[in-house]
């Protein structure tokens, strides 16, 4: 069983900056992909960002390239989302995600991922 608690959301001015945290409990940290997604009112959960083990590898959807950046620590198994230039449409719960199985990629959608936290909200405001 992995658990995952994400932090650091919160209000936000229009073009400001906030970065999420997300601490995973237990000893396979370092084995799992992790990734990134998020959820506003009314519309489906999308991909964020995505992070291979040892965190050579990473993946951003379009929406967010050159303002978001995944890392992570393995040595305190925490997994981190830097946003940058916020946007409105960046508004919504913040969710972080792992797959504990191997895989030669990083996956992009919901269903390559097994464990989920709780969520954080980030609200952007103009």
């Known amino acids: 069983q992995v658990q995952l608690v994400e932090s650091g959301g919160g209000l936000v001015q229009v073009g400001g900056s906030l970065r999420l945290s997300c601490a995973a409990s237990g000893r396979g940290f370092s084995t799992y992909v992790m990734g990134w997604f998020r959820q506003a009112p009314g519309k489906e959960r999308e991909f964020v960002a995505a992070i291979g083990r040892l965190g050579g590898s990473t993946s951003y959807a379009d929406p967010v390239k050159g303002r978001f950046t995944i890392s992570r620590d393995n040595a305190g198994n925490t997994l981190y989302l830097k946003m940058n230039s916020l946007k409105p449409e960046d508004t919504a719960v913040y969710y972080c995600?792992?797959?504990?199985?191997?895989?030669?990629?990083?996956?992009?959608?919901?269903?390559?991922?097994?464990?989920w936290g709780q969520g954080t909200q980030v609200t952007v405001s103009s």
């Open positions: 995600a792992a797959r504990i199985y191997f895989t030669n990629v990083v996956p992009t959608t919901p269903l390559g991922y097994n464990y």
